[in-house]
């Protein structure tokens, strides 16, 4: 069985069939740095990430890039708000982005390029699309002429009808300077107070969606595997993409086109515009975990919407708690010498349906269902006692994978430490039961020490780490 996708270009699932045999190279649209990402943002990038780890896991040799869009409208009007040069003030969120990937287990692409390093290559690739014809300039800024590009639309289709009137929130405001409405802006003309960069287009800056066909074949070439992002950037940032890349190169661009879903809240797309957001930081804040928020962000497949509740962080959070407490006990457990293992069988299946379920466009659902399922197994097994080494191997090794491709367990020395953690909280309670202060609040601030934190309530004490 192979890995399919469901492909936005073909809007049919089909094999992944790379451009050359074991490689994938891939590329995803990254973050606008110019203030926190959002959960929602980070639904896509956790599906990025569940698409990364799973073609490892299958054996390709990855190429990933993300770019960081560090030069747009919103970007420069922060900036000046804030009174900075526009690098230091992305500087910033660039490294928060990191540290919240990081938290949330994603890992890091191949290459991280930023926009504002890679303005040559953008500058050589409109200088490409004017010798074509495909590009004009137009008072001090160059647009990419659509009517050059009879394949416009490939990919949205008949959404893109409903959209050419503007319902992007990026559509450039200066239409009167455009030869048809639906031309894009391929290299802004300077403005007073923004930043600007000289070049042969004049002097200016670039528009949005040329930086990302300039880094995407700059790193992966002319043609790649898998083009991914938020389901929004189908139109019109991928739709310009594919004009600008394929009306320059005269070949095919991306060969897979893979779009996450919305994270909702409420019915409604979570945005900054909308307000209706949370930071990873904010739930931080409240006691959640970052590894139950990646659960919540990966549990739900990436084509279907997926509605966000703090009520879904906590079943999760609870759900996590019981899952790595299966695999922390079957750890430990020790084994009997001698004893056959009929259960092996049943973890060789769940292993092959939890492998089946991800090879099929991503079906983390189905995924996690299989890894519910031997869970059950392994605490049949754990409480029947005389564990056969075959079982615990192989219960492990299904475990592992999960691990590899979802990255919802606590690694092995977190897991080992959280037992710790919560038997001095048991033995502090003791000590509180028994009035013997010193003793509790001398836990308290040796767990302090190990950057753990203690919240007493009601329904008893709860730990994060700070
Ligand atoms: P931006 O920082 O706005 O360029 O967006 C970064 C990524 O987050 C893009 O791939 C967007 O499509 C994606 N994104 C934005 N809002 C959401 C949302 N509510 N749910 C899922 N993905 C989103
Ligand atoms: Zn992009």
């Excluded at 399919?4 to 740095?33: D, H, I, K, Q």
């Excluded at 083009?227 to 394929?246: K, R, T």
């Excluded at 949370?278 to 139950?292: F, H, I, K, N, Q």
């Excluded at 309670?429 to 934190?453: H, P, S, T, Y």
């Amino acid at each position: 069985m192979s890995v399919r996708f469901f492909n936005s270009l073909t809007r049919a699932r089909e094999p992944f069939v790379p451009l050359e045999e074991g490689r994938a190279r891939m590329y995803a649209c990254g973050p606008t740095v110019y203030n926190f990402a959002h959960i929602g943002n980070f639904r896509t990038f956790v599906f990025v990430d569940v698409l990364r780890r799973h073609l490892k896991w299958r054996g390709y040799k990855l190429l990933h890039v993300m770019n960081l869009t560090d030069v747009d409208d919103k970007i420069i009007r922060d900036a000046r708000a804030a009174g900075l040069p526009l690098r230091e003030f992305t500087e910033k969120y660039v490294r928060h982005f990191w540290e919240d990937a990081d938290a949330l287990g994603i890992e890091r692409p191949e290459v991280a390029p930023r926009a504002t390093d890679h303005i040559p290559e953008m500058v050589e690739l409109i200088g490409r699309l004017l010798r074509c014809g495909c590009a004009y300039h137009s008072d001090g800024s160059t647009y990419f002429r659509i009517a050059s590009f009879p394949r416009y639309g490939a990919l949205s289709g008949d959404k893109l009808a409903g959209n050419v009137a503007g319902a992007s929130e990026r559509v450039e405001a200066d239409e009167y300077e455009k030869d048809d409405a639906r031309d894009f802006v391929l290299w802004k003309r300077t403005q007073p107070g923004e930043p600007t960069w000289d070049s042969t287009l004049g002097p200016g800056r670039p528009g949005w969606h040329i930086e990302c066909s300039a880094m995407a074949m700059k790193y992966l070439g002319e043609s790649f595997d898998i083009h991914c992002g938020g389901v929004d950037l189908m139109f019109p940032h991928h739709e310009n993409e594919i004009a600008q890349s394929e009306g320059a190169t005269g070949r095919p661009f991306a060969k897979y086109w893979l779009h996450a879903e919305h994270l909702l809240v409420n019915g409604r797309k979570m945005s900054k515009r909308e307000g209706n957001y949370y930071t990873l930081r904010d739930l931080l804040e409240r006691g959640y975990s970052a590894r139950a928020v990646r659960y919540v962000l990966a549990a739900v497949p990436y084509r279907k919407p997926l509605n966000f509740t703090l009520e879904g962080v906590e079943a999760a959070e609870r759900r996590l708690k019981r899952l790595n407490e299966t695999v922390r006990r079957l750890r430990e457990a020790q084994t009997v010498a001698g004893t056959t293992a009929d259960d092996v069988t049943t973890i060789t299946q769940l292993r092959a349906a939890f492998g089946a379920a991800l090879d099929d466009d991503l079906n983390t659902a189905e995924a996690l269902a299989a890894v519910a399922q031997l869970e059950t197994t392994v605490n049949v097994a754990l409480t029947r006692g005389a564990l056969a080494e075959s079982f615990k191997t192989a219960a492990l090794a299904a475990f592992d994978d999960a691990q590899a491709t979802l990255g919802i367990l606590d690694p092995p020395e977190e897991a080992l430490l959280d037992a710790a953690i919560e038997a001095l909280i048991a033995a502090r309670l003791e000590a509180r039961k028994a009035k013997d202060f010193a003793r509790a609040d001398a836990i308290r601030a040796q767990l302090a020490g190990q950057g753990i934190v203690l919240e007493d309530g009601k329904d008893g004490t709860r730990w994060r780490r700070a």
